[in-house]
């Protein structure tokens, strides 16, 4: 047994109690429960054990609950479809030539005609109560662009109504605290006015056809059992298409160089991976971060909501990657083209072939693609020759049907017909979504024959210059032993964290120092005002930035929250689904971080957002994430 084995099975050293803590084996511990100290319960009625949830999660179910005396019964789960999430605006709004003096802007509709307010004295006089303490916006960057909007005004305006300005700071912001692929609303509105040009995706969208038809004729003729000679002029055609295809795309040679071995990888995911999160993350030790899924039709029309998800912060690039969803290979190949002509701050470019949600899947989209690989291939082509410099990777799950997984035979086409730089296998099936316990055996299986299949290729004359496939696994990442335990195996070469990176953000420093690490209710909180503050410098400091800041903040606690102090349980590590009785922590503050109540949420956002106004809302995404919803 090596060292590195020894260190993963033996209980955690000793050291300070805020750090670790040591096990306690409990007898016959039962399946899905985290055992707490008797001293930490509060009500021992039951414990839930039940499937998980997800940031993708859809749709209403009943899931079968036990309890800690062995009765079960019946709750309905799932997502609050109807949550609203727009929230309250200003009453009075002051007009944006008025926000910075500075800035030189004049109205164009004039002060008499301007629907909003033009006196500056008048709009702070109605204004909302300011929030205490400085401005995070203007400690980061040396200036506050909502300027007299700012709910932190008076930390950055002086006596005679004159904000004020930090140019040495400003200055050094520039280098080194700034966001990428911002793309203009000129240059959304080409897409929105189809005057965009798509030099290489109309080639290769006639390409693709032209096989689809051909295809298509071969069936047909095969059908009927006979050759028809009227088919071979376009065959011909087909060939040659083909032929110009095959000489003239991008081979991996002229794409960046991916190397994922071994890099603290964080999913894509919907709703909760936005830029002050993956932000958060890169300063806790991720090395690669995702975008949100990005939908390829939307990009295509520039719609403002779809393309604000590529925007990365400057310290996630390198290895930041754009996730996509498309259906039809144009769709891809015209995102791709998009992307790497306004985005050019992306390391790789990913096709999603996973989402398990019944929107994209009755689309043809996200896992609907593992039942059609043919076309599946035909986006993953498109995307590579339209994607610029930009390296294409691809996320799948094990099939659609639990029973009935097919990764292992899909990355051999991908191997073969492909030029894709990555492959993520998440361990469960479409029909799974993220219940039960992803399957580790099969990925390793999968990454296996990958490799057995780019041997096969290997001499090869027209696939020599590409790059060697990462093959990286994904599925119940929650403590640092999990990520060795994958990793030790030769055929993946790293681990994609998603719900684990969420409910421990510091995950990676467990990898890093391959110990437990029990954070403080302090430690985590900083960790919370780190993400406020992110969130502000992002969205805004003026009302609308600070409520979106506020909603957000209470979508990243819906996981957060979740996480159960190592000092307080009984044995560990525990499980991502594994769930706690009714428990107290160590302090009071530690109780209120892990309250499963949504207005301790909004309570602790607070703490560094201010008052919530009388017209905040905001409601759960899924029913599980509300205390109010899970009482009887």
Same mark, same amino acid.
């Given at each position: 047994m090596t060292e590195d084995t020894l260190k993963r099975s033996a209980s955690p050293v000793d050291g300070p109690d805020a750090k670790k803590s040591k096990t306690v084996e409990v007898e016959t511990p039962k399946k899905g429960i985290a055992y707490v100290k008797k001293e930490f319960i509060v009500d021992a009625k039951s414990v839930e054990v039940i499937d998980d949830d997800s940031a993708e999660q859809n749709g209403d179910r009943t899931?079968?609950?036990?309890?800690?005396? #062995?009765?079960?019964?019946?709750?309905?789960?799932?997502?609050?479809?109807?949550?609203?999430?727009?929230?309250?605006?200003?009453?009075?709004?002051?007009?944006?030539?008025?926000i910075d003096p500075d800035?030189?802007?004049?109205?164009?509709?004039?002060?008499?005609?301007?629907?909003? $307010?033009?006196?500056?004295?008048?709009?702070?006089? &109605?204004k909302k109560p300011e929030i205490e303490g400085v401005c995070p916006v203007f400690n980061a960057l040396g200036y506050c662009p909502a300027g007299f909007k700012c709910r932190f005004l008076h930390s950055h305006m002086d006596s005679d109504m004159n904000l004020i300005k930090d140019h040495v700071k400003m200055q050094e912001a520039e280098k080194t605290n700034y966001e990428l692929n911002g793309v203009t609303s000129d240059q959304k509105f080409a897409l929105m006015k189809k005057k965009f040009e798509f030099k290489y995706a109309d080639e290769v969208c006639k390409i693709m056809n032209n096989i689809q038809d051909d295809n298509k004729k071969k069936d047909a003729a095969r059908k009927k059992n006979r050759d028809d000679d009227e088919d071979s002029t376009a065959?011909?055609?087909?060939?040659?298409?083909?032929?110009?295809?095959?000489?003239?795309?991008?081979?991996?040679?002229?794409?960046?160089?991916?190397? =994922? $071995?071994?890099?603290k990888i964080v999913s894509p995911l919907t709703t909760?991976?936005?830029?002050?999160?993956?932000?958060?993350?890169?300063? =806790?030790?991720?090395?690669?971060?995702?975008?949100?899924?990005?939908?390829?039709?939307p990009l295509i029309q520039g719609t403002n909501s779809e393309w604000a998800l590529p925007k990365a912060h400057c310290t996630e690039y390198?290895?930041?990657?754009?996730?996509?969803?498309?259906?039809? &290979?144009?769709?891809?190949?015209?995102?791709?083209?998009?992307?790497?002509?306004?985005?050019? *701050? %992306?390391?790789?470019?990913?096709? *999603?072939? !996973?989402?398990?949600?019944? =929107?994209?899947?009755?689309?043809?989209? /996200?896992? !609907?693609?593992?039942?059609?690989?043919?076309?599946?291939?035909?986006?993953?082509q498109s995307m590579n020759y339209c994607s610029g410099d930009i390296p294409t990777t691809l996320k799948i799950r094990m099939g659609t049907r639990d029973e009935h997984p097919i990764a292992h035979n899909l990355v051999k086409r991908v191997v073969n017909e492909t030029q894709t730089a990555a492959i993520t296998l998440h361990g469960?099936?479409?029909?799974?979504?993220?219940?039960?316990? @992803?399957?580790?055996?099969?990925?390793?299986? $999968? #990454?296996?024959?990958?490799?057995?299949?780019? &041997?096969?290729?290997?001499?090869?004359?027209?696939?020599?210059?590409?790059?060697?496939?990462?093959?990286? !696994?994904?599925?119940?990442?929650?403590?640092?032993?999990?990520?060795?335990?994958?990793?030790?195996? +030769?055929?993946?070469?790293?681990?994609?964290?998603?719900?684990?990176?969420?409910?421990?953000?510091?995950?990676? +420093?467990? %990898?890093?120092?391959?110990?437990?690490?029990?954070?403080? @209710?302090?430690e985590r909180l900083?960790?919370?005002?780190?993400?406020?503050?992110?969130?502000?410098?992002?969205?805004?400091?003026?009302?609308? /930035?600070?409520?979106?800041?506020r909603r957000y903040l209470c979508e990243f606690m819906s996981f957060f929250h979740r996480y159960i102090p190592y000092g307080i349980l009984e044995r560990y590590p525990i499980k991502l689904n594994e769930r706690p009785q009714n428990w107290k922590g160590r302090n009071e503050l530690e109780t209120l971080l892990g309250s499963n109540d949504y207005k301790d949420w909004i309570k602790i956002s607070e703490m560094f957002l201010g008052p919530a106004d009388d017209g905040f809302k905001f409601t759960p995404k899924h029913k599980s994430s509300s205390y109010e919803n899970n009482r009887n």
């Open positions: 899931e079968e609950i036990s309890s800690s005396n #062995g009765k079960k019964g019946k709750r309905t789960r799932g997502q609050n479809k109807n949550r609203e999430l727009k929230q309250q605006e200003e009453e009075n709004k002051l007009c944006s030539s008025l800035a030189n802007r004049t109205c164009k509709y004039g002060a008499e005609k301007c629907r909003f $307010v033009h006196d500056v004295k008048e709009y702070l006089a &109605h065959q011909d055609d087909t060939k040659e298409a083909m032929n110009n295809y095959l000489e003239t795309k991008f081979y991996a040679s002229e794409k960046k160089k991916l190397d =994922l $071995v071994n890099k909760v991976g936005n830029l002050p999160y993956r932000r958060l993350m890169r300063t =806790l030790g991720a090395d690669v971060t995702y975008s949100e899924m990005a939908l390829s039709l390198p290895g930041f990657g754009v996730q996509i969803a498309a259906a039809k &290979h144009w769709q891809g190949a015209k995102a791709a083209e998009a992307i790497a002509r306004y985005c050019p *701050n %992306v390391s790789e470019l990913n096709l *999603n072939s !996973g989402c398990p949600i019944d =929107l994209l899947y009755r689309q043809g989209a /996200g896992s !609907g693609l593992l039942d059609q690989p043919a076309r599946l291939i035909r986006i993953l469960r099936s479409r029909q799974q979504r993220y219940t039960k316990e @992803a399957n580790w055996d099969y990925v390793a299986e $999968v #990454g296996k024959a990958l490799r057995d299949a780019e &041997h096969e290729v290997a001499d090869d004359k027209d696939r020599r210059d590409f790059q060697r496939i990462n093959f990286v !696994g994904n599925g119940d990442c929650y403590n640092w032993d999990d990520w060795y335990r994958a990793t030790d195996n +030769e055929y993946i070469d790293s681990v994609m964290v998603a719900r684990g990176a969420l409910i421990k953000p510091w995950i990676f +420093e467990e %990898v890093d120092s391959k110990q437990y690490q029990d954070k403080s @209710a302090t900083e960790m919370i005002k780190t993400y406020a503050n992110f969130a502000l410098e992002h969205w805004g400091s003026d009302e609308y /930035g600070v409520n979106l800041s």
